[in-house]
């Protein structure tokens, strides 16, 4: 993608058109090959772009090995989606700027917001802010960034942090079940987030099938990210595209 874009309005102008697909690759856990191979069967399969980053095993030169090999086998804007400050690529398109809310540690709400501020800064990787909020179960997601999940069941508390994190000022809010969890977000709990708020909604974690992501779209997510179903799918673009669909499609 070319520098010069503005992501964020790249982002809106799709998003005018239909939701949007994402696919999270995790360079803690794949090599940089395959890496590159997931993110081209992606492509095929009709997403829309591509997040790079991961709670554990993260470093720079892995990050920007995988940043630069998904370029070279696709024209998808990367976004990174880090964890840590060392990890930040100057190679990529955008940065999800973001502070997990319900973080109990200083760390994870400023602290690595801080340390990487003047890379971000002087780079022109696009920062694009965000509210991360982790909802039950979390996962890794949750004991990485010490956070207690937010309940499934009561959406009140979600919609609080939504809320909050919209009027720091932050464009996109983010709802995470945690990577491999073994159920999404509920519908429920996106549509009164999404009747709350008027930032960008993304909805992550434990969607696995079209009809989890028809949910996701219906209750009212914007875009929906997809990662550890690439990671397992022994054919990705065939079991990825009616995902993708079902998120085109709404």
């Given at each position: 993608m070319p520098a010069h874009v503005d992501l964020h309005n790249h982002l809106r102008k799709l998003r005018a058109e239909r939701p949007l697909h994402l696919t999270l690759l995790d360079p803690g856990k794949?090599?940089?090959?395959?890496?590159?191979?997931?993110?081209?069967?992606?492509?095929?399969a009709g997403t829309d772009a591509i997040l790079v980053g991961g709670s554990t095993g993260l470093s720079l030169e892995r990050v920007d090995a995988a940043v630069l090999e998904i370029k070279e086998q696709t024209h998808l804007p990367v976004i990174l989606f880090p964890t840590v400050a060392l990890a930040v690529s100057t190679k990529a398109d955008a940065i999800f700027f973001m502070s997990l809310l319900n973080s109990s540690e200083r760390r994870f709400l400023v602290g690595e917001q801080i340390e990487s501020a003047a890379t971000v800064h002087r780079s022109g990787l696009q920062p694009l802010s965000m509210a991360y909020i982790i909802i039950e179960p979390g996962m890794a997601a949750a004991r990485v960034g010490k956070a207690t999940p937010l309940p499934r069941n009561d959406p009140q508390p979600a919609v609080a942090h939504a809320m909050a994190?919209?009027?720091?000022?932050?464009r996109y809010i983010y709802l995470e079940a945690g990577s491999g969890a073994n159920a999404p977000v509920p519908p429920t709990l996106i549509a009164a987030v999404r009747d709350a708020i008027r930032a960008t909604l993304?909805?992550?974690?434990?969607?696995?099938?079209?009809?989890?992501?028809?949910?996701?779209?219906?209750?009212g997510a914007d875009l929906v990210v997809t990662g550890t179903v690439v990671e397992r799918a022994s054919m990705i673009k065939e079991e990825l595209q009616p995902i993708i669909g079902a998120v085109h499609a709404y």
């Open positions: 794949s090599d940089t090959t395959t890496i590159g191979s997931m993110a081209h069967s992606a492509a095929q994190g919209e009027l720091f000022g932050m993304i909805v992550g974690g434990g969607i696995r099938t079209a009809d989890a992501a028809a949910a996701a779209v219906g209750a």
